[in-house]
């Protein structure tokens, strides 16, 4: 599963080369999406207006929601000094779930920002270009 985090959200909205390709590709994939926490769509959208509008138009974008459960486990995050909300939501979703077999990748723009044992990628590292 790959997460978007809010700075992964503005640069793809910003036409950043790699996330859009990115983009296309997994549209063009079945069963493949981005999934963005919707505390990281929320803070885009605060800091640059149309941000949400411009990430949505792409098919393979899916809103992770912030149920009741996330809301508990987002809450306790921000008040153990994980980060800001938005933050805290990319973290949750990062965390094993039973729908989904496998590890998540989370796309950031600093890879520094999350824990020890979240496998956090910076958006502009070679890696994201399959080169390494």
Known sequence: MIILDT?????????????NLLAGN???TPGDAL???ALCLMQAEADDAGAAQRVLAFSSVVVDQLS?????GVGTMFRDGYGGADICHALYCSLPRPDFKGM???LTDDEQRY???VVAVDID???MLGFY
Do not use: E, F, N, Y
């Open 104 to 106: 998540s990748i989370l």
């Open 68 to 72: 009741t459960v996330a809301a508990v």
């Open 115 to 117: 824990p020890p044992g």
């Open 7 to 19: 700075s992964a959200v503005r640069a793809l909205a910003d036409g950043q080369k790699t996330l």
């Open 125 to 127: 590292s070679p890696g």
């Open 26 to 28: 997994m549209a063009r």
């Open 35 to 37: 999934r963005i926490p």
